[in-house]
């Protein structure tokens, strides 16, 4: 099976632009959840997506959205950029049922964001 | 709320020698997951073990395996006979349950520099 895949791979963008990063899971995984990774803080939770909706979130303000497709596949935007939001934004997917083998996440190689 | 320590933010080994990586959490919880997960300089977080809360036995995987301490809230991994390809950085991570129902979430520790020297 083909692992998880995340596109672009890297990013530069300028404050107050907004930025859409896709994320594919892997071939039967219906749980998609994000996560930004900065050197400072490690890695934050953003929010999770099973079966097109959203079933759990993080600490992140609105500017930070997503959406999740029939497919699985998986979006997420970044509205009005600021400065902070430089990052490495990690995908994971998951079969999203119970159980810790249902449960493991897979990450895909990260989208690196840098806001100038 | 729930917190992962990793109280050691670098380490170094020798190739074929054993190291032990420290993580301790705080949870009130009686049922979940933890995991240890590596990143290696290429950036691609790879899952390492997975160990249930209810399991008493010690999660292996090959080369690696867990000590798990339920009452002492510890996870340590333990790596043997390390190999230049374990040179990344260790992520031990927490699954926690919120409310009822399928939500979970991963709490992730700092992470600790693992690099196997020559």
């Known amino acids: 099976k083909a692992g998880v895949t995340q596109t672009p791979r890297y990013l530069i963008k300028t404050r107050g632009q907004q930025v859409t990063l896709s994320c594919s899971p892997i071939?039967?995984?219906?749980?998609v959840s994000w996560y930004q990774q900065t050197p400072g803080q490690g890695l934050q939770f953003l929010f999770e997506?099973?079966?097109?909706?959203?079933?759990n979130k993080g600490n992140f303000p609105g500017r930070f959205s997503g959406r999740q497709f029939s497919n699985s596949r998986s979006e997420m935007n970044v509205s009005t950029l600021e400065l902070g939001d430089s990052a490495l934004y990690l995908c994971?997917?998951?079969?999203?049922?119970?159980?810790?083998?249902?449960?493991?996440?897979?990450f895909g190689p990260g989208t690196r964001l840098l806001v100038l | 709320a729930q917190t992962v320590t990793q109280s050691q933010p670098e380490m170094s080994v020798q190739e074929a020698e054993t190291v032990t990586l420290s993580c301790t959490y705080d949870?009130?919880?009686?049922?979940?997951?933890l995991f240890w997960y590596k990143q290696p300089p290429s950036r691609q977080m790879i899952l390492v073990i997975r160990?249930?809360?209810?399991k008493q036995q010690n999660a292996t995987e090959n080369r690696f395996s867990v000590n798990f301490q339920k009452a002492a809230k510890s996870f340590s991994l333990k790596i043997s006979d390390s190999q230049l390809g374990d040179t990344a950085m260790y992520f031990c991570?927490?699954?926690?349950?919120?409310?009822?129902?399928?939500?979970?979430?991963?709490?992730w520790g700092l992470g600790t520099s693992l690099a196997v020297n020559p």
């Open positions: 994971a997917s998951s079969l999203g049922g119970t159980g810790g083998f249902q449960e493991t996440q897979y």
């Open positions: 071939s039967g995984h219906r749980s």
């Open positions: 997506y099973f079966s097109e909706t959203q079933r």
């Open positions: 949870t009130s919880e009686s049922n979940y997951y």
């Open positions: 160990q249930e809360a209810y």
């Open positions: 991570a927490f699954m926690k349950v919120i409310g009822a129902g399928n939500n979970r979430k991963l709490i």
